[in-house]
């Protein structure tokens, strides 16, 4: 199981974001996904999220759980309600607007 | 095809039986092993119910697990549906015989940022399979993927890959499809499967609804390609095929009475082979069900189970109108010989009935089969549809070894040539039996039309129905030709008057000679009198000559010894 988590400070009054990211060990696709996200968030979440990223091929069982079908999969737990977002995260404006970080 | 050709003729394919009544005689053995396999029908045409018991039959009757992948039912929902089955799929699941992946994708909660595989599918279903050992899997609809995600291009490139994943894996597959318009599937999922193709429907004719189950393709092997008809009951799916693709029943040579003494002497005596087919046609109230009781009442003697198909009278009918000719059923259907299953034709189609026909037999196991008669199919199918089910059903029967009767009726006096379902081909034995009128009355008349490997009178019999029982006659020869009924019967007595009369005059010139010779006898006692009394007299006068000759002698004797003895005593004297 890889694991990585990055924990910004908690100092803003701005609600904490909690992301988990699924991927498929470092095929492109996943490597891809992850620096996107990475990118993403220092830029406009700087310190206050949080990111599980959870390799399927590790956990095969979650891949049910979850209801995964397409990967890469991004998972915005908090705030609520939940958002799905699957492929590369390349799309940034996608990104943004589907994590409702566009204002 | 070559290469399916070449397949075939090196090594056989390998195939699983699915366990569907009916399917696997189709496919000649199931679906390909370690192959995916595709289902394709409208929206309530069985395709999950054909995969489910794919996978459940598999589980039970030949202990391979398998996975099942829904993406449109609820698991919840699913396990109640099945449950009306039988199919207990919590238990299988608890002993790991089953695995259930309910795939829920929902195109409003999803966004699409870029590049994405199907990779999570793929772990799920190989997760799956890895955990329980699966040897099949079902995919219950995959394209309702194509409505989750929008990028037809990833989709069906990762469909493709999944459709050679899971075959290097070694599972059979089905995948089922919803039909599209001029395709099999919405999204030409025929194109990614390319093995075996099978093709279910659903089609109303007359408000009566046929499923209809077709092989479109199945690469590397022999296959049935007609439409087959099918169900959906109590127990699942079952495929009606013409059971074999071949005739290659076994067949008897003993021969059974038919109950009738002297039709069994139409067939030199012998009656008909044992699990034989035999029509008897005839119009209206020529005493077909009579024929048929008659058969019935001969098996039930041989102590051999007999199932009665009905489709005019109630059971208690014909044990009440048979009592009337002699026949006692009921002490049949009590001792559990017979069963009589009267049915309206209209209660359900004609696969229905088949299905009927075939469930019965299979509970009852009866050694002769009659259904009275089969004319009344026609109003729940068209001919050729009534045909083809009775082809079947006569096949199933002789698979079975079990003879079978049918009874038909013939509306037009004429059409003697071809029975009204055309089935007259089908059957070894037809029995003809018709109206012959003449002189203002009806008589009966049977005749064997043919009888397949056995010697059979070619004569036209009086049919005789009494209060004992059926009879043959043999219809008179006279000599203004054939004479039946009250013609035959006052010829008959014509004959009896002319002997009558025969006997009397015989009888009285007898009696004139007897006559005679006495007259005679008294003439030559008379003259024997005669004789004697003049012979008496004759002799009277000879006795009389006799006896006077000898007194006289006597006399001239007396005399002459007087005369010497007077001599002599003078001599003494001195």
């Not at chain 2, 209206?284 to 001969?298: L, V």
Request: with cysteine.
């Amino acid at each position: 199981m890889e694991k990585r988590v990055q924990k910004g400070k908690e100092e803003s009054v701005l609600p904490a974001y909690k992301f988990r990211l699924f991927v498929t060990g470092s095929t492109p696709n996943s490597v891809r996904a992850i620096n996107n996200l990475q990118r993403i968030c220092e830029a406009h979440l700087a310190g206050r999220y949080s990111l599980e990223i959870v390799d399927v091929y590790q956990q095969p069982a979650v891949a049910q759980s979850e209801q995964i079908i397409a990967l890469p999969l991004l998972i915005r737990k908090m705030p609520l309600p939940e958002r799905k977002l699957i492929g590369d995260l390349s799309e940034t404006e996608r990104v943004l607007n589907a994590l409702g970080l566009n204002e | 095809m070559s290469r399916s050709a070449r397949k075939s003729n090196l090594q056989p394919l390998e195939k699983k039986p699915t366990g569907i009544s009916g399917f696997d005689e189709i496919t000649g053995g199931g679906l390909p092993a370690g192959r995916p396999s595709l289902i394709c029908g409208e929206a309530g045409a069985g395709k999950t119910l054909f995969s489910i018991e794919f996978i459940v039959r598999g589980a039970i009757e030949f202990k391979e697990p398998g996975v099942i992948v829904i993406f449109e039912e609820q698991a919840a929902d699913l396990e109640k549906n099945v449950a009306s089955l039988g199919f207990d799929l919590k238990k299988l699941q608890k002993d790991n015989m089953l695995w259930i992946d309910h795939v829920h994708i929902d195109r409003s909660e999803i966004e699409e940022t870029g590049e994405y595989d199907l990779d999570g599918l793929f772990i799920r279903i190989g997760h799956a399979i890895d955990s329980i050992g699966a040897k099949r899997v079902m995919l219950d609809t995959i394209e309702n993927l194509f409505g989750g995600l929008s990028n037809e291009g990833i989709l069906r490139a990762e469909l493709r890959r999944l459709f050679g994943w899971l075959k290097n894996k070694g599972v059979t597959t089905i995948i089922t499809g919803e039909r599209g318009q001029g395709t099999f599937t919405r999204q030409g999922l025929e194109e990614y499967v390319s093995d075996c193709v099978i093709l279910l429907e659903h089609r109303v004719t007359n408000q009566i609804s046929t499923r209809l189950l077709r092989v479109v393709k199945y690469r590397g092997s022999l296959h049935g390609t007609n439409e087959y008809p099918f169900l959906i009951d109590e127990e699942g799916i079952s495929v009606l095929p013409v059971t074999s693709l071949g005739l290659d029943n076994a067949v008897s040579s003993q021969r059974i009475s038919t109950g009738i003494l002297s039709l069994d002497s139409m067939f030199s005596g012998n009656g008909l082979f044992r699990g034989s087919s035999c029509l008897v046609s005839g119009t209206a109230g020529t005493g077909k069900t009579s024929i048929a009781a008659y058969f019935a009442e001969a098996s039930c003697n041989r102590r051999e189970r007999c199932l009665y198909f009905a489709f005019e009278e109630s059971p208690k009918q014909i044990v009440r109108n048979m009592g009337s000719i002699g026949i006692d059923l009921k002490r049949h259907m009590d001792a559990g010989l017979l069963e009589i299953h009267s049915l309206r034709p209209t209660l359900h189609g004609l696969e229905m009935h088949l299905v009927a026909i075939h469930r019965a037999v299979k509970k009852f196991k009866p050694r002769m089969v009659i259904v009275d008669p089969i004319t009344n199919l026609v109003t729940i199918g068209s001919m050729s549809e009534v045909k083809s089910m009775l082809i079947r059903l006569i096949d199933f029967l002789q698979g079975e070894g079990i003879t079978v009767l049918f009874t038909a009726l013939v509306y037009d006096k004429d059409a003697t040539v071809q029975t009204d379902e055309g089935i007259s081909s089908l059957v070894d034995t037809w029995l003809l039996v018709r109206d012959i009128e003449a002189n203002g009355e009806r008589n009966r008349g049977i005749y064997i039309m043919k009888s397949r490997g056995t010697k059979h009178s070619n004569q036209v019999r009086e049919f005789v129905i009494n209060d004992t029982g059926l009879e043959l006659v043999d219809v008179y020869l006279g000599p203004d030709g054939i004479l039946i009924g009250s013609a035959r019967e006052a010829q008959q007595l014509s004959e009896v008057t002319g002997l009558e009369l025969r006997h009397y005059a015989k009888s009285r010139k007898d009696r004139e000679v007897e006559r005679k010779r006495m007259v005679l006898e008294s003439k030559i006692a008379t003259l024997k009198e005669e004789f004697e009394s003049v012979r008496d007299e004759l002799n009277k006068t000879f006795v009389e000559e006799d006896l006077k000759n000898e007194i006289m002698e006597k006399n001239r004797d007396e005399l002459t010894k007087t005369r010497n003895t007077r001599n002599s005593s003078h001599g003494k004297r001195k």
